[in-house]
């Protein structure tokens, strides 16, 4: 920390990505929940183009994105506002609307704790119950806003929507944020609930099912109201927070809806393929709606599972949270990287 730092960070805790860099070449990467797939080629020929207009700015208000994707989800244009990933989505809900704290359950997203670190927002975790979210452990938050992941992370089990509904009509005075990441996997979407309650916020990410983490596209979408306060943080932090190439990729995405769909399907089937291995290899495998599995074994420590496949080039998730680090996320991959998996473990659990 240098001496010119304003003290108001002087406890900050970034994200750590270190595990992450370490596996950008040579790995098989399961260790971040991204699509192993590429982008659709709509998404690649689209930013392409994009890229000859470079010399001005993007549009603000990601204008034919918010069009397109607003028919798709079913809502209008001016419900929907784009962050840089979902991520930078959440950090202005942190921003506008927890004056009055943040609740969100102990395992779920660690990003939440650390943006509330960084907002200067207080928070109480709600233990989960038997790696599930309980919807009337929701009862007291006394106006403090609540982060649901659905399906949560990283241990992929989804609530249903009437389990989300009670956690609304729990806390009329509290905003209900919704985080659907992962939600194309096998969940069910909440988006009905911005027309029905005044205080919903949904996000979602093109980061997973729609293959573009890297190019950081995330949304939001909720009442115009809130909506219109989200923008206006947006547009005085960073007004074009959404480059051109990114735009248009997004756009490539939503019209080739087809091959997204392809995808998920595939993820999904590859998914249950190797729950039933790892259990008949003897792990517990959580139920997952998500592009991940989360699951431990019954002799064997997280971590040296972690360590073992590490040695093979392979990498998975290990937490080192002491509730959680039995266990370990392990992403979906394609079919391929997943019998890598399943080979290298086989060698160390037979
Ligand atoms: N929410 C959850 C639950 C996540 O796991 C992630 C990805 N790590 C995000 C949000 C953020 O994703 P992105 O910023 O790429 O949209």
């Not at 890229?51 to 001005?56: D, K, L, Q, V």
Request: one cysteine or more.
């Amino acid at each position: 920390m240098s001496r010119f730092l304003h003290s108001k960070y002087n406890s900050l805790t970034p994200y750590d990505t270190s595990g992450e860099v370490e596996s950008l070449t040579g790995y098989i990467r399961l260790n971040t929940n991204e699509s192993p797939y590429p982008p659709s080629p709509k998404a690649i020929e689209y930013a392409h183009e994009a890229s000859r207009n470079m010399n001005y700015y993007s549009d603000p208000d990601c204008r034919e994105l918010a069009v397109k994707l607003s028919s798709l989800m079913n809502v209008k244009p001016n419900e929907i506002v784009f962050g840089n990933g979902s991520d930078e989505i959440l950090s202005f809900i942190f921003m506008a609307f927890c004056e009055n704290g943040a609740a969100f359950p102990d395992i779920t997203y660690s990003f939440y704790k650390i943006l509330a670190g960084l907002h200067g927002v207080n928070y109480v975790t709600v233990p989960l119950r038997d790696f599930r979210v309980e919807p009337e452990d929701y009862a007291d938050m006394n106006h403090r806003t609540i982060f649901i992941a659905n399906p949560n992370a990283p241990t992929g089990i989804a609530l249903s929507l009437n389990e989300i509904e009670r956690i609304i009509n729990l806390n009329p005075e509290s905003l209900i944020v919704i985080d659907e990441a992962y939600v194309d996997f096998g969940a069910e979407s909440s988006v009905r609930f911005i027309g029905d309650y005044d205080n919903v916020i949904i996000t979602r990410t093109f980061s997973k099912s729609r293959s573009l983490a890297g190019g950081r596209l995330g949304w939001c979408m909720t009442n115009e109201s809130l909506a219109r306060d989200i923008r206006d943080i947006k547009n005085t932090i960073a007004p074009y927070n959404i480059n051109a190439m990114t735009q248009a990729a997004g756009t490539g995405s939503i019209e080739d809806e087809e091959y997204t769909q392809r995808n998920i399907a595939e993820i999904c089937r590859e998914r249950e393929l190797i729950k039933n291995a790892l259990t008949e290899m003897g792990f517990e495998v959580l139920d997952s709606r998500t592009n991940f599995l989360f699951a431990r074994h019954k002799n064997i420590s997280g971590i040296r599972i972690f360590e073992w496949l590490k040695k093979r080039h392979i990498m998975i998730r290990h937490f080192s949270n002491q509730k959680i680090n039995d266990w370990n996320r392990i992403t979906i991959g394609t079919h391929e990287q997943m019998q890598a998996m399943l080979n290298a473990l086989k060698e160390e659990i037979f």
